[in-house]
């Protein structure tokens, strides 16, 4: 007899409260019952029930093997249940939270293409700026950008491309107003800054060799709202700084360009967070894949 069956076996004589009851659901005789908890007893030298003719109950030390048997076949049929899963066809609801421009402007394309093959699959987004209790709040996936708690255990915090920002401006712009060639020119500049910013009068810039500077800015334009920013710009109203990701199609086709390329804002950690005890569905699987393939970290 397996260790995996006698613990069974044990779990439903407690459950069902006898062995008789517990012979019945398992289609087997008493006598087997009682067979399996014995060997058991003799396997762990002391005793797991106290049986009367009337009524049984659990010892100490049967109560603790009682609790870790359940513990133990949970999580075997956790394991057998997903090994199946991950060869099934993806197909269900998933639940992800992320960033509000983040999502607006790179996420959703993503999801999309992501919808496109997985035709069985439903998503359903949320975007807000605030940091999202998973647990609490009931989503599957989230995108979090910036520093992660380290008190959070129950949570899995998978590295992606680091959020880096850059500067940009329209050609109109730079033609009007020249070209910046070092940060501290950007003083004399119109810079266009999202409003909710602290500190957002003051670019923290890092460069070759890992230098730094700090330049004061100023601008007639401000936004809560990085798209907004970024419209401006295409409009000519300054320079901007925003993520990468978010002008790299304006910079590709000339509506935007790169103002000093070498400089960035300091790259911002960005993490693919999931409860640590989520069952690996075929789903979920399949998101994060495809989410990692496209905002994974660069070889």
């Not at 000519?236 to 978010?246: F, K, R, T």
């Not at 950690?269 to 979920?284: D, G, S, V």
Request: hydrophobic content about 40%; proline content about 5%; charged content about 20%.
């Amino acid at each position: 007899m397996s260790k995996l069956a006698g613990m069974e076996m044990f779990v439903k004589v407690v459950e069902c409260g006898s062995f008789t009851a517990a012979a019945e659901l398992s289609g087997v005789s008493s006598t087997m019952v009682a067979k399996h908890v014995r060997i058991i007893e003799e396997r762990l030298g002391t005793r797991l029930l106290h049986r009367t003719t009337r009524r049984q109950h659990l010892t100490e030390v049967g109560q603790l093997y009682y609790d870790r048997c359940k513990q133990a076949l949970a999580e075997v049929a956790l394991a057998e249940a997903s090994a199946s899963e991950l060869h099934a066809t993806p197909r269900g609801l998933v639940r992800l939270v992320a960033p509000v421009s983040f999502g607006n402007q790179n996420l959703v394309p993503v999801l999309a293409a992501y919808l496109a093959r997985h035709p069985d699959v439903n998503v359903e987004l949320t975007l807000d700026n605030r940091v999202s209790d998973l647990i609490t709040d009931g989503y599957e996936l989230g995108i979090h950008i910036g520093d992660i708690d380290t008190s959070f255990s129950e949570l899995v915090a998978r590295p992606l491309r680091p959020y880096r920002r850059i500067l940009a401006a329209a050609p109109i712009y730079l033609a009007q107003q020249g070209h910046p060639e070092h940060p501290e020119q950007l003083s004399t500049h119109s810079c266009l800054g999202l409003s909710y910013w602290r500190h957002h009068d003051k670019w923290h810039l890092i460069g070759p060799d890992a230098a730094t500077c700090e330049i004061a800015v100023s601008g007639r334009f401000s936004a809560n709202q990085g798209s907004a920013l970024r419209t401006a710009a295409l409009l000519g109203a300054g320079i901007v700084l925003q993520p990468e990701m978010s002008l790299a199609e304006d910079i590709a086709t000339g509506r935007l360009v790169h103002v000093l390329p070498q400089w960035s804002f300091k790259p911002t950690p960005m993490y693919l967070i999931y409860r640590q005890n989520t069952r690996p569905t075929a789903k979920l699987r399949s998101v994060i894949d495809f989410l990692v393939q496209h905002f994974g970290l660069e070889p």
